[in-house]
């Protein structure tokens, strides 16, 4: 598992108990931890300030993903790195790569400006 890869990970639910596996896009991965953003194909139902903080997968078939999908960078998740139990799914192009990092310094500008919480890349 390295960064910028796709895998299917058990995620815990933020507002209930429970949870379930969903793809989510590999941030960085060390010794002890791996950081990682839900992937979502649920993107048209959703408000306008959720909207903005999710980045368009250009390339989704070829990163492995069954549909066009989003990378919601709203959240950042930590998995202990020890007995982590996933499944690979692909790779983010080199196109999204850099899209996704020219996506998330945009919303880190707008952030700033409204005094919200920012997202390190």
């Given amino acids: 598992m390295r960064t910028n890869d796709l895998v299917s ?8 108990n429970g ?13 002890q931890k ?11 139902k959703k408000s306008a300030y959720i909207k903005q903080q999710y980045y368009p997968i250009q390339d989704w078939q070829s990163a492995g993903l069954k549909k ?9 998740y930590r998995f202990p790195k020890a007995g982590l139990n996933f499944k690979e799914i692909g790779h983010l192009s080199k196109l999204d790569q850099n899209k996704i990092s020219d996506f998330t310094l945009d919303l880190k ?13």
Avoid: C, H, M
């Fill in 9 to 16: 990970l058990y995620v815990s639910f933020v507002e209930t």
């Fill in 19 to 31: 949870g379930k596996s969903r793809p989510v896009l590999i941030r960085r991965v060390s010794e």
């Fill in 34 to 44: 791996v950081e990682a953003f839900k992937i979502t194909s649920q993107y048209e």
């Fill in 68 to 76: 066009p999908s989003w990378v919601d960078l709203g959240n950042i």
């Fill in 109 to 121: 500008s707008k952030r700033r400006g409204k005094g919200q919480k920012i997202i390190q890349q």
